[in-house]
């Protein structure tokens, strides 16, 4: 990071400005401050997803990795009742994501580990990653899921940002695979989580039930509905708009929503509970997306 002025800093790759944070991103007292204005008594503390960084060789990705997941935990060690670890992992190896994830879950006591959509252009539902997903479930590790320099950047036409125009589709990309390629099936215990909703999945849902139902090949690949899958998925409730989120719990139930802030960055929501009571929620399902299901995500 290069200094910008005394409450952001700029991240920098490859000699550019990737991205100016607010100081909340590396403040506890300042991240503890927001917290209490959105109302939030506890939070999730994971890496910023350009961090993940899985274009890097292997052995420089388990040194970031590595290092990323230290600074989450001194983080959490100066409040520890207020924060809880998602950590990094090296995904562009298998077996070296795994040995991360064994130490962020018995070392450092994470609930589990954030990962992008996809890695290198390769969807987190193909096979390759099957033996770190069974790795997660075997050992109870939470996994979020967040987009990542997402398909479809060279489409988007004027100024608006990739976060807003690409990762809602770049994420139910992620979902979709994990169903169509059999890992959310054979995997049936795995806690995971996608942000922003599921991006476009709760539309593109009927979709591949359609197609399940219309394409016998489609149906010998599964055992269950797409559905079957997608609705024991978590995702968060980072969808701005009351209707949306409606839309969201009517698509994947009430049980399986929490909140999301996307804090401290500008797409994030600074009033993720707020926007949750616009929604018209009544009182049990309100407790649950805001405490009970993250806490069952987490494995708290």
Same mark, same amino acid.
């Given at each position: 990071?290069?200094?910008?002025?005394?409450?952001?800093?700029?991240?920098?790759?490859?000699?550019?400005?990737?991205?100016?944070?607010?100081?909340?991103?590396?403040?506890?007292?300042?991240?503890?401050?927001?917290?209490?204005?959105?109302?939030?008594?506890?939070?999730?503390?994971?890496?910023?997803?350009?961090?993940?960084?899985?274009?890097?060789?292997?052995?420089?990705?388990?040194? *970031?990795? @590595?290092?990323? =997941?230290?600074?989450?935990?001194?983080?959490?060690? &100066? /409040?520890?009742?207020?924060? +809880?670890?998602?950590?990094?992992?090296?995904?562009?190896?298998?077996?070296?994501?795994?040995?991360?994830?064994?130490?962020?879950?018995?070392?450092?006591?994470?609930?589990?580990?954030?990962?992008?959509?996809?890695?290198?252009?390769?969807?987190?539902?193909?096979?390759?990653?099957?033996?770190?997903?069974?790795?997660?479930?075997?050992?109870?590790?939470?996994?979020?899921?967040?987009?990542?320099?997402?398909?479809?950047?060279?489409?988007?036409?004027?100024?608006?940002?990739?976060?807003?125009?690409?990762?809602?589709?770049?994420?139910?990309?992620?979902?979709?695979?994990?169903?169509?390629?059999?890992?959310?099936?054979?995997?049936?215990?795995?806690?995971?989580?996608?942000?922003?909703?599921?991006?476009?999945?709760?539309?593109?849902?009927?979709? *591949?039930? @359609?197609?399940? =139902?219309?394409?016998?090949?489609?149906?010998?690949? &599964? /055992?269950?509905?797409?559905? +079957?899958?997608?609705?024991?998925?978590?995702?968060?409730?980072?969808?701005?708009?009351?209707?949306?989120?409606?839309?969201?719990?009517?698509?994947?139930?009430?049980?399986?929503?929490?909140?999301?802030?996307?804090?401290?960055?500008?797409?994030?929501?600074?009033?993720?509970?707020?926007?949750?009571?616009?929604?018209?929620?009544?009182?049990?399902?309100?407790?649950?997306?805001?405490?009970?299901?993250?806490?069952?995500?987490?494995?708290?």
């Amino acid at each position: 990071m290069a200094e910008a002025h005394a409450c952001h800093r700029h991240v920098m790759i490859s000699g550019k400005v990737y991205r100016t944070v607010a100081d909340g991103g590396w403040s506890v007292p300042r991240r503890i401050e927001a917290m209490g204005a959105m109302r939030v008594a506890r939070q999730v503390l994971s890496p910023m997803p350009e961090l993940l960084s899985y274009w890097l060789p292997l052995e420089d990705g388990r040194a *970031l990795t @590595r290092y990323l =997941n230290e600074q989450i935990a001194e983080m959490i060690a &100066l /409040a520890p009742a207020r924060f +809880v670890g998602l950590g990094a992992v090296p995904l562009q190896n298998a077996d070296s994501a795994i040995r991360e994830l064994e130490h962020v879950m018995k070392n450092l006591a994470f609930s589990g580990v954030e990962i992008a959509s996809h890695v290198n252009g390769v969807s987190i539902g193909d096979a390759r990653f099957e033996p770190f997903f069974a790795a997660a479930e075997g050992i109870g590790a939470a996994i979020f899921v967040h987009a990542l320099r997402p398909a479809g950047q060279d489409r988007i036409v004027g100024a608006f940002p990739e976060q807003a125009v690409c990762f809602p589709g770049d994420i139910a990309l992620a979902a979709a695979s994990m169903i169509t390629g059999g890992i959310a099936a054979r995997h049936p215990k795995l806690r995971i989580a996608f942000s922003h909703g599921g991006g476009a999945l709760p539309v593109l849902l009927p979709r *591949l039930v @359609r197609a399940w =139902n219309a394409f016998p090949k489609a149906k010998e690949s &599964l /055992a269950e509905s797409p559905e +079957v899958y997608a609705k024991r998925f978590f995702y968060d409730a980072l969808v701005f708009d009351p209707k949306a989120t409606r839309f969201v719990i009517d698509s994947f139930g009430s049980s399986q929503v929490c909140v999301g802030s996307d804090y401290p960055f500008t797409m994030g929501d600074g009033d993720p509970v707020g926007t949750l009571e616009k929604a018209g929620l009544d009182a049990a399902v309100l407790s649950a997306i805001t405490s009970t299901n993250a806490r069952r995500f987490l494995g708290i």
